[in-house]
């Protein structure tokens, strides 16, 4: 039997971790939302940092490594084993047993949640957050992905274009697709007004070396080798990578720009910290799917500065709202903050059209969205289950629900139009 529109269908949210990376961070604003659907949060193991406090969780397994995708041939049996029992205690569950979807928010919840439901009818839904090549995910991870996550699932929920596109060959034909931004907390950022003082770079991102944040220092070293400009860099050094922060000190030592500097760690409240910043950068070394930072900085009418390539270019169209730099160019780089540092009227025109950008939602209205997918893909599900000619009645074409601006999209006149997939 289909799931009825006014029915609130059981989800179980699969997280690999409970540490506040960008996943977990946005999986926890959809479920503050209190979503229209009944949702469970199941974990392998509570890490010493817990991101979901206060969200009903129910904790199972053991605790999965992080970076063991991009690690020698020891460790990597050592993830297989892992993922293995995770599975098969995720796919024993009470909650999982008795749901009407299952969703991976990660790339490492997907990979054992595909291993618990492959063999049932159970409903699947993935979370795509980085692009599905080795390069992001590393050749085991990438394997996993590409052989058994994406042909197993029901349905993606990509945060870019790009992403998805990453993604679409190894999908079966009638998935259901959706884009939709990340909950980025947008609803509680406001345009600022800057104060006087000297100007304020920063970089909203954990510290990881694919991130960015040693051009970053390059590129503000080489636009202000002197003077009094500061640059802030927010964020935790997750993932193994607690060294890297010793090692943007050190960079920050030989440039001589140390004093500048600030490493602030992770900020729970962004809100503060963005009203103080004139300039904001997203300067990823390889493409970049999608940031939540982008999108906050935006929405805080920060002048934005983003790489020339990935989901960003989605957003931030040059010199209309943003700035974009050629990737992995210093120099580029440089040469936009010295822009905007001599150009105040620019700054203030950049920030009134930061904050209009299409698409900037709010946690409820995505949550909203989300709603409206997962009840496809359950409605869908049932329908190939219980009527035999069900999928071939259907295009067999994959399809895409979007939301959010592609300001790419919307400045070709001649854009192809994004349907929606209906039963």
Partial sequence: MGLSRSASPHIVHLAHTTAAGGAELALKRLLDT???????????????????V?????????????????????????????????????????AVRHSDLVVANSTRSAAYGALAVLGTRRPFVVHLRDHISPEALGSVGYRIMTRLVLPRANGVVANSRGTLDTAREFLHDDAVVAVIPSPSGLGRLQQHVRGDGPLRIGMLARLDPWKGQLALLDAFAQAFPDGDAQLDLAGAALFEHAEFADELRMHAEELGIADRVNLLGHVHDIAPLLATWDVAVQYSLRAEPMGQNVLQCLAAGTAVVVADEGGPTEWVRHEHNGLR?????TGALADALRRLADDPVLRQRLSATAVRTPGLLGDAEIAAIHAGVY????????????????????????????????????QV?????????TP
């Fill in 34 to 52: 209190k979503p229209d659907w009944e949702p469970s949060l199941l974990i392998p193991a509570e890490e010493e940092e817990n991101v979901f």
């Fill in 413 to 421: 006149p001649d854009a192809q139009p994004v349907v929606a997939r």
């Fill in 54 to 94: 206060g969200v009903s969780t129910s904790t199972g397994g053991v605790r999965q490594l992080s970076g063991a995708s991009r690690s020698g041939a020891l460790r990597a049996l050592g993830l297989g084993t892992r993922l293995m029992v995770q599975a098969a205690i995720t796919r024993w569950h009470p």
């Fill in 375 to 410: 009840r496809d893909v359950i409605t869908l599900a049932a329908a190939d289950r219980h009527t035999a000619t069900g999928r071939a009645a259907r295009s067999t074409a994959p399809s895409m629900r979007t939301v959010g601006a592609s300001l790419a999209a919307l």
């Fill in 325 to 329: 730099a050629a990737p992995r160019d």
